[in-house]
Nanobody, 126 residues
Framework: QVQPVESGGGLVQAGGSLRLSCEASGGTFSWLVVGWFRQAPGMGREFTAG????????FYADSAEGRFIISRDNAKNTVYLDMNSLKPEDTAVYYC???????????????????WGQGTQVTVSS
């Protein structure tokens, strides 16, 4: 059973960039959609970006569109989230999650994902 493991979080100034990584432990991300979610203090967990295995299709939340780029290296069983032009409101714990890919699928709801990582903290200072 695959276990996503996040890394790469930290403290960055507003306007800076950060790369998060999500590695598959105990399994593989083959045939899985991998998504990034985030949870700010006192807020619910929200979808940020996702990437399908089939065709490598990427999909984003409005808050991430144009600033964040999700990518995957299937040979390394790793998914990346490159975050640029970071804002203080991007401060959150970022979680990686995975679910089986299906034709036409672009899962954005928490309930659609069955495998979750423990999260990595991203703090953007003003």
């Amino acid at each position: 059973q695959v276990q996503p493991v996040e890394s790469g979080g930290g403290l960055v100034q507003a306007g800076g960039s950060l790369r998060l990584s999500c590695e598959a432990s105990g399994g593989t991300f083959s045939w899985l959609v991998v998504g990034w979610f985030r949870q700010a203090p006192g807020m619910g967990r929200e979808f940020t970006a996702g990437i399908r295995y089939i065709g490598g299709t990427r999909f984003y939340a409005d808050s991430a569109e144009g600033r964040f780029i999700i990518s995957r290296d299937n040979a390394k069983n790793t998914v990346y989230l490159d975050m640029n032009s970071l804002k203080p409101e991007d401060t959150a714990v970022y979680y990686c999650a995975a679910v089986m890919d299906k034709i036409g699928r672009e899962p954005r709801a928490l309930s659609e994902y069955g495998y979750w990582g423990q999260g990595t903290q991203v703090t953007v200072s003003s």
